[in-house]
């Protein structure tokens, strides 16, 4: 117990900090703050496998996020059955082409031992296919894109379960780590993180420009919910009911029924919002719990041991035996599926798939400071990792708003300097999580909690 210690203090005051933000702002921003966190653990304990346990620079964590929002789309919307009378055989049809592409490479560099045939023939092939797919594709787009773009435009979805797409997020995820890690794992790890990087742009483009397939940058909104709607609990019976019940003393000081009714019905309004915020987090919370068990357990497992000796020292595992390049591809693989999943979560969590918004700074880097000041390698620190950044990068606006007027108060309300902090205010979290990293690496290189490594 006592080697616990000090991730259960750790935890407590996050904990603490996300109960006051309830009480001194609202409990829907402290749950809000609270969903998000737990989204960012998921995403950071894909990371982690991947860097913590096998040494992986990956910073295409961007793209396998999109991967997991696309899911969603792809998974839960209903097919619009127009678009698909319009072109949606052809896109079957590319579909079996690039399947058809990808056998025949297959084959051939399996056939062929020649490097220059080889070469030349799987070129072939891709021209060949590529010129195939823009003639069958390009009319079958056009023609789906046409049909009523204000609204959809897009083949749709398979109108299924939302919570299904979070399985699907992660497989697609996983497939195209696979296709990305057979390609790029042999580089050297400033390279892989630069090809990394780049391969998750060219996939956030697809997204984007791609108007068939998920409406690109003019968004799907309306999506399912796994939780109940708060339109439909403020007009649920049980609902008012109780939370008249929780409130019984606040309404018996209100003497004027309509005063009355009107206070009810707000505290309806609040309380709906609160019960969904609750609801999520409960599912989001069982998926943090279950990747953890598993992840710790694997951790400490024999296949963990292996991956740390592999992390550690590359040639002296290869010289005992071990293949180094199938454990990378699998733990890379791994923690890309993870994160395939948060993206799938932080989308349901939304209720909509914007591929315009997803870049770089909050969807790569942000999530590698997470890692990186949990605590690499640990689990829990990663987790909590994300619990810290997340919440400095919410809070860190009001933070930075009291602490200006706090120190600027004695200053009149049209000085230049107070007028240009309290506009500024919101580019604190920049400021505010730069400092944090510093004083992380200065005085605990190793992260909040770092890496510890029980003897069995």
């Not at 000090?6 to 609202?26: D, E, P, T």
């Not at 996983?174 to 794992?185: D, E, S, T």
């Not at 409406?215 to 019976?237: H, S």
Request: with cysteine.
């Amino acid at each position: 117990m006592k080697q616990y210690t000090n991730i259960i203090a750790a935890y407590a005051i996050m904990i603490l900090l996300i109960i006051m933000v309830g009480i001194l702002q609202s409990w829907s921003i402290a749950l809000s703050i609270l969903n998000y966190c737990l989204i960012s653990a998921v995403m950071t304990m894909g990371a982690n496998i991947q860097w913590g346990y096998a040494g992986l620079i990956n910073f295409g964590i961007m793209g396998y996020t999109a991967l997991g929002g696309l899911a969603v789309v792809l998974v839960s919307v209903a097919p619009v059955p127009e678009a698909w009378e319009a072109g949606g055989f052809n896109m079957i049809i590319c579909l079996l082409i690039i399947v058809t592409i990808v056998f025949s490479i297959k084959y051939i560099s399996k056939k062929i031992q020649s490097s220059k045939k080889k070469n030349f023939s799987i070129a072939c092939i891709i021209i060949l296919g590529l010129i195939l797919l823009r003639f069958v594709s390009g009319p079958a787009i056009e023609s789906i894109e046409a049909v009523d773009p204000a609204k959809t435009g897009f083949l749709g979805g398979l109108g299924m379960p939302i919570l299904f797409s979070w399985i699907i997020g992660g497989l697609f995820a996983a497939g195209v780590a696979f296709v990305i890690g057979k390609i790029a794992l042999g580089l050297r790890a400033d390279y892989l993180a630069i090809a990394t990087l780049l391969i998750a742009e060219i996939i956030v483009s697809i997204i984007k420009h791609e108007d068939w397939l998920a409406r690109g940058v003019k968004n799907v909104i309306g999506l399912k919910r796994p939780v109940p709607y708060e339109i439909d609990l403020q007009n649920t019976p049980w609902f008012i009911e109780l939370v008249e019940k929780f409130n019984k003393g606040k309404l018996s000081i209100i003497n004027s029924m309509t005063e009355r009714q009107d206070t009810l019905n707000q505290l309806i309004i609040e309380a709906s919002s609160v019960y969904v915020k609750l609801c999520m987090a409960g599912l989001f919370l069982s998926v943090v719990i279950v990747l953890l068990i598993l992840t710790q357990k694997a951790l400490y497992s024999p296949w963990g041991r292996k991956m740390r000796a592999i992390r550690d020292n590359e040639i002296a595992a290869s010289a005992m035996g071990k293949n180094v390049v199938k454990e990378h591809l699998l733990i890379f693989i791994l923690g890309s599926a993870i994160v395939g999943i948060a993206g799938a979560m932080m989308v349901t969590n939304d209720g909509l798939f914007t591929p315009g918004s997803y870049r770089p700074m909050r969807y790569t880097f942000v999530i590698w400071v997470m890692v990186i000041v949990g605590g690499t390698g640990n689990n829990f620190g990663s987790i909590l990792g994300g619990f810290v950044v997340w919440f400095l990068w919410v809070e860190a606006a009001p933070i930075a708003l009291f602490l200006i007027n706090l120190f600027t108060s004695h200053l009149p309300e049209t000085n230049a300097l107070k007028i240009h902090l309290i506009e500024s205010a919101p580019y604190f979290r920049f400021l505010m999580i730069g400092i944090g990293l510093l004083i992380i690496m200065r005085y605990r290189p190793q992260g909040i909690l770092p890496e510890k490594i029980i003897k069995q």
